[in-house]
């Protein structure tokens, strides 16, 4: 369990886990259709959100003790400045904040925080899942740590979409964009500012010093631009990825509507 792994081990069980994961997403998707009451339904949002923190705490625990290999640095382990933590955490406000079916004859904060996080999600988080980044993942634990860190965020946005008819808009999609372009010059200064660790690994808060070495056609032919100027290469690759994910909910949003 806390024993450094091969790399080949990390993907096999992190495979096994994305399986599981599915038929889970399955059934919270079907509990979340079926559940009628209110305040059952929101207590099991709160259990969630127990179950995704818990989580956290298991791998900062991981990575900080357990893990013999790891080295632990502000460089690379500041919470809240990723962009799969931004969409984790923004899925547990909106579950948190959220006790009945939700409705849309205002745009407000929870729902921004839904639309952002669906958009990091469904865009980064299940790549992660489908071509995981196993730098830094020794061990058993980190393998589980990291495939639920990303399952858990599809699951919370499953559970909000089907239990509290969350919808994604496309102000949504646009503010999304413009948050992403605005924390993009911080993110240079802030891994600037922090420079490297003591194994020489400079910091890489939201990907924009070096993006992951992942089994990615788009990303390996983007990191061939040095950083920033991968930044201007990713812009159009955003833009697709974001227009593709609101094209569905196009027509789900109309027929609602109707």
Known sequence: MFEEIPVNI?????NILSLIMVGVWVYFGYRAFTIKDNKYRYKLSIYLIIFCLFQELIDFINR???DPVYLFSIQ???PFIQFCQISFYFALF??????????????SLKHFFFDCSFLLGFSGAFQAIITPDFHNINNLLGVICIQFQHSLIILSLIWLMIGYGYRLQFKGLCYTYLMINLIVPFALLINNYLGVNSA????????VSELPTVDNYFL???????SPDYILYMQPIIIC??????????FI???EKN
């Open 10 to 14: 990390r993907f096999h069980y992190h």
């Open 64 to 66: 900080i003790f357990l």
């Open 76 to 78: 690379r382990d500041l």
């Open 94 to 107: 909106c579950m948190y904040v959220t006790k009945d079916k939700t409705n849309y004859h205002s745009y």
């Open 200 to 207: 020489g690994e400079m910091a890489n808060y939201f990907y």
């Open 220 to 226: 390996n032919l983007i990191s061939q631009h040095p």
């Open 241 to 250: 990825y974001f227009l593709l994910l609101y094209l569905p909910f196009i």
């Open 253 to 255: 949003n109309n027929y």
